[in-house]
């Protein structure tokens, strides 16, 4: 066990799923946040695949808006990087590629694809489990699937590849 001080004005960051209490000894003002980054999205999956199978005993595990971030991180991926803007004409012809980011790796980017295409079995415990369509939808289902084929064939295979690596 760990136990990490802050001060007034710190900022901790901690890794997806990580098991933690907040101990308060004095009066304070303390804000709690979620962030998704495509380098640890394979962390960000496990944590939201717990979260969905034994979520009754973890707090903090309902976010209703977690589908539409990262059905925009998918919709981004096109623009997102130089290794991605090699592929990215050959399944998006249509789309401008802009290299902002460095490349993106095998897992980070199964983990993502399968959150959109398999979004149901992301849901927590408590979450609302009715399908709502949003404008970000069909273009995050059908680029994550292009993803897929043009990589792995599908999604048995990019989860065979994400679990015990390429061979």
């Known amino acids: ?12 960051i901690q890794p997806p ?7 308060t000894p ?3 003002f ?28 973890l707090t903090n595990q309902v976010h209703q808006h977690s589908l539409e971030t990262l059905e925009r991180m998918v919709i981004y991926l096109p623009r997102a990087s130089q290794r991605t ?3 990215c004409t050959l399944i998006f012809p249509v789309l401008t590629v802009l290299p902002l980011s460095p490349g993106l790796f095998t897992r980070p980017l199964i983990a993502l694809c399968t959150m959109v295409i ?3 079995k ?7 489990k009715k399908k709502t369509p949003r404008n970000t939808t069909k273009p ?6 292009a993803i897929v084929k043009h990589f792995w064939k599908d999604v048995e295979t990019a989860t065979s590849v994400y679990r015990f690596g390429p061979n």
């Open 85 to 87: 803007s090699k592929w």
């Open 17 to 23: 799923g990580q098991y933690h209490a907040v101990y």
């Open 122 to 128: 992301y849901l927590a415990v408590g979450a609302d």
């Open 30 to 57: 303390a804000k709690g946040a979620h962030c998704l980054n495509l380098e640890f999205l394979h962390h960000s999956e496990l944590s939201r695949f717990v979260d969905a199978k034994k979520g009754h005993f």
């Open 118 to 120: 398999d979004s149901q």
């Open 140 to 145: 995050a289902l059908a680029i994550s699937r």
């Open 1 to 12: 066990m760990e136990v990490v001080t802050l001060e007034e004005g710190d900022l901790f």
């Open 26 to 28: 004095t009066d304070c």
